[in-house]
């Protein structure tokens, strides 16, 4: 998949609850940044998203496998406003879907989002370190 289209595209059948039309990413909200500290920053921003989507994916399936709502919760809610900040469009929506099941169903609701927050968590991490390191920037 060429970076344009992993910007653009949802995959059709790759996840069960894709936000209708939500891009993987926007780049405005990172050009904004980096109108505002600068590209060298911007860059760094993404990167350590990036590094990060590791360790927040682990705390949310950490404590979903020990029933702790609490922390599923503080998981989701890292995930969904660091993706804001980042401009990780598609992930901060699905992210903001298993919040609302975690809110209204429980750790019960958080099932049918995982494997889709997960899914997207990666391929937005891959891409945002894919564009630092190359110095191939959308913004």
Known sequence: M???ESLM???EGDHKH???GSPLLDPRVLRELAEDVGAPAAASFAREFAGMWPRRRTALARALAHDDADGAMEA???MRVSSAMVGARRLEELAAQLETSLRTR???GAAPYVEDVEHCG???AHVLSAQ???GHHPW
Do not use: D, I, Q, R
Request: glycine share 4%; proline share 14%; no cysteine.
């Open 122 to 124: 990666e391929e937005t």
């Open 18 to 20: 894709p936000p209708p």
């Open 132 to 134: 630092s390191e190359s």
């Open 106 to 108: 429980g750790l019960a």
């Open 76 to 78: 989701v809610l890292s």
């Open 9 to 11: 595209t949802v995959s």
């Open 2 to 4: 060429h970076f344009k």
